[in-house]
């Protein structure tokens, strides 16, 4: 069997690499903190933790997979995404609980996310000649949710929820603003014609590697700093 290792000059396997590192990290990190964290806040730094678990595990499967056929794991990508997106959904739903969220806004927040995430895959994968329409529909359910955090029904609970709850869902919906708005820049880059029919990197392998080393300094970002707004959180209010 060939001895497969990352070349100090493959960014994207490198990247898939100290991806799975930190995710693992990050977990342990969440879990053992369990035990200093308050009741009131311990299933929301439990969520953190399966977050980041769950993203550990798929840039397992990932790395070896980008390792040993040199292509980019699209399916588990999105796989992730599908099991992540929603338990960050979640995590609003549950600081804003004591406020008076209702379910309802939760799978408000879920239903946008699977529609976000799936017109994403149509685009990337089965309906490549219509990237630019599936991303503009991805986009569109992105605003929504960018849209209800920061002026909409989480916004508004926030406010009500005390100081504290209000200012880290202020720092979480600029993790959406910002940190999420590198996802459409990563499938841009990648995906052909992705912007309006501009190809911005002209070689298709290039461009499917720059597209994964934008999505995993994303998700590193994103999945971790979120779950240490929460976990902040956790520690000024008890
Ligand atoms: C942990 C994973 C996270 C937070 C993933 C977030 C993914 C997105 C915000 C993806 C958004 C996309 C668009 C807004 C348009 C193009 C297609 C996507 C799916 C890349």
Redesign the pocket.
Known sequence: MEHLSIASDNYVAFTFFIGTMAMMAASVFFFFELNNTSPKWRTSVLVSGL?TFI?AVHYYYMRGYNLETGESPTFFRYV??IL??PL?CVEFYLITKKAGAKVALLWKLIFASLV??V???F??TIDKDNSVM??VV??A??FYIAYLVWFGEVANLAQTAGTQVAKATRVLAWFVLV??AI??L??ILGTPGGLFGVQLVEDQAAATHAMDIVYNI??AI??IGFGLVIYALSRKED
């Open positions: 977050i993203a992730d995404w992540t997106v960050m976000m995430l017109t994403g895959y685009g990337e599936w991303g991805s986009g359910a992105y940190g999420w996802y459409p990563g499938y994303a998700d994103n999945k």
